[in-house]
C-alpha cells in the first residue's frame, strides 16, 4: 500500500512540475510574434518563423490554451485513482 502511495505521490508531482512549463509552451505557441511584432495568424504569414505554431482562428488558439488545465485535471484523477485503490487495498474503503 505505501508503495503505491509513494508511486502516486511522485507521479503527481513531477506532472504538477510539468504544468507550468506546459502552460508558457502552449500560451508561446498559440500567440507568436514575428519580428516587426505583429501577430502571427496563419502558417505562411510573411515575416513568421517556421517552427512555430501559428493558429488561423480565435476558437483554435482558446482550445490549444485548454490543453494545461486538462492536464492538470488528468493529474487530479490520477491522484483520486492512486489514493483510492491503495486505500480499498488495505481495506478502508
Same mark, same amino acid.
Not at 512540475?17 to 516587426?36: D, E, H, I, R
Not at 502558417?43 to 482562428?57: D, H, I, P, R
Given at each position: ?25 502552449? %500560451?508561446? +505557441?498559440?500567440?507568436? /510574434?514575428? !519580428?516587426? $511584432? *505583429? #501577430? ?9 518563423? %517556421?517552427? +512555430?505554431?501559428?493558429? /488561423?482562428? !480565435?476558437? $483554435? *488558439? #482558446? ?31
Amino acid at each position: 500500500m505505501i508503495e503505491q502511495l509513494i508511486g502516486g505521490f511522485i507521479a503527481i508531482l513531477i506532472g504538477v512540475s510539468l504544468v507550468g512549463p506546459l502552460s508558457v509552451t502552449v %500560451n508561446t +505557441a498559440a500567440t507568436s /510574434v514575428n !519580428s516587426t $511584432g *505583429t #501577430t502571427c495568424t496563419a502558417v505562411t504569414q510573411a515575416g513568421c518563423e %517556421n517552427s +512555430a505554431l501559428y493558429l /488561423v482562428s !480565435s476558437w $483554435g *488558439t #482558446t482550445v490549444l490554451k485548454m490543453v494545461p488545465g486538462f492536464f492538470a485535471l488528468g493529474l487530479l484523477g490520477v491522484g483520486i485513482a492512486v489514493t483510492y485503490s491503495s486505500l480499498r487495498e488495505a481495506g478502508v474503503v
